[in-house]
């Protein structure tokens, strides 16, 4: 007589998946809100399977000072919209992407950069 092994209930197993990818999604924005990695780098180095269906606009909210109007003209430059999923991004509107956001952040270190610079008092 065999002894049945005692799976996880389906809808267990997809919520436990599902919360691994909320995780993972809020370590990425985690990371790219405290500076450690760039956003552009992120998507330069290829979207993960877990990214694939985040929007591009939540991964765009975790750029510190990436302000709504800067989202707004990245969107209708490249030519996406609010809803717009990572994974769905052609080739192009990615590239465009990963350009523009690269090109901010380089200005913002600069900015960051030269106002640590004017301080009186930066050791």
């Known amino acids: 007589m ?14 436990a998946r599902a919360n691994e990818i909320r995780n993972a999604r809020a370590a990425v924005k985690r990371q790219i809100k405290a500076g450690e990695v760039g956003a552009a780098e ?55 992407i990963v350009r523009r956001v690269g090109e901010w952040e380089k200005r913002a270190r600069e900015r960051a950069a030269e106002k640590a610079a004017r301080r009186p008092y930066a050791a």
């Open 2 to 15: 065999t002894t049945a092994v005692a799976e996880k209930p389906q809808h267990m197993v997809a919520l």
């Open 42 to 96: 992120v998507l330069r180095t290829g979207i993960q399977p877990f990214m694939e269906n985040m929007d591009v606009e939540e991964l765009l909210t975790a750029i510190p000072h990436f302000s709504k109007s800067e989202r707004r003209n990245l969107r209708h430059e490249v030519r996406y919209g609010e809803l717009k999923t990572l994974g769905t991004l052609t080739t192009r509107q990615l590239a465009l």
